[in-house]
């Protein structure tokens, strides 16, 4: 049995997760398994599945609790786990390399390094640090994933992005379990008592990559044309409180939602009218791909890598725009279409996670045979 180690900050819900987890419940487990290293100690939102579905988990510490205790539990824990061949590390940027290096240093042969965003927050020791590690990262990583040509020009060197030397991963979905169905519809619009709202629906977790202040001033200018008008905001995170206050501050807390966490995203998606997506910069967000499937009219940022516009229910909107301009747009395509099934452009866009998990498959095996 093949065990693929990935490693990632934790396994809670946001876009790369839900990618992860579509790819370990599609792939064949009969002949490879997941493990994950995680960099939190805390109860993680998919870690029973996980454990269900076969998988183990393991924690080092993150390097905010001391960079010498985090490398020192890397070196441990390659030292005592010498079955892992292929180790396959999800990342925003560079600054953090040091599973490749400690996964080199105890002789693992296949070390992945996947690209899953266009710019990382933080200082500008950070983006130093990312851009001169990108000039090394060929010395730790033996392959290059990216879930986006955008994605891949920031992580990688010039040198290696005009050459071509990585590879795509498409963000696969489970794409008929996102078909539009009115029953659904009708049951959650019930369950939140919005029957006859118009009801403006994002995805994401609270942090500035994901501009809720931008959105909050979207919605304020819709609901000032159409007061029947509601914001389903999906997502935790350390700006929750922050938009909260601001929603308090425009008088505008009967009129929108705060629904934490949900397992049910793809039954809230049905409930929606329109999709808004206003980020700052993203790898390829898995919940564009969700609601494209799911047949919502999406209203989104120029900046967004336009592989996610897979089908023609993707307006990309100038960030520079005015919040007026964006809810005049908003109202006036929301109101112009019928939620159809897409989910064969999803597919033959090759977003289908089925595809997606055998490719993956085929290149685990194929380094395996090569070890």
Known sequence: MIRVLHIVSAMNRGGLEAF??????????????????????????????????????YSVPVRGKGIAANKQALNDFFAAHKEYKIIHQHASSLTYIEPLKAAKKHGVPVRIIHSHNTKQGGSRLHRYIHLVNRLFIKDYATDFFACSDLAAKWMYSVKQYHKGDFKIICNGIEIN?????????????????????????????????????????????????????????????????????????????????????????????????????????????VALVESQAAGLMCMVSDVITKQVNITELVNNLELSRSADFWAKTIIEKAGNYKRKDTSKLIKDGGFDIKVVAEELLRFYLGKEVTC
């Not at 997941?34 to 109860?43: L, Q």
């Not at 039954?267 to 009218?273: E, F, G, I, V």
């Open 177 to 285: 379990k996102f078909v539009f169905n009115e029953a659904t519809r009708k049951r959650v619009r019930d369950e939140f008592n919005i029957q006859n709202k118009f009801l403006v629906g994002h995805v994401g977790r609270f942090q500035p990559q994901k501009n809720h202040d931008f959105l909050i001033d979207i919605f304020k200018a819709i609901h000032e044309k159409d007061n029947n008008s509601v914001l389903m905001l999906i997502g935790e995170g350390e700006l929750r409180l922050e938009i909260l206050k601001k929603v308090e501050q425009l008088e505008l807390k009967d009129a929108v939602i705060f629904t934490g966490i949900r397992s049910d995203v793809i039954d809230l998606l049905q409930a929606m009218d329109v999709f808004v997506f206003p980020s700052l910069h993203e790898g390829l967000p």
């Open 20 to 57: 992860l987890m579509n790819v370990y419940r599609n792939i064949d487990r009969a002949k490879l398994q997941f493990d994950f290293m995680v960099h939190t100690e805390e109860k993680c939102a998919h870690d029973a599945e996980i454990h269900s579905l076969g998988g183990e988990i």
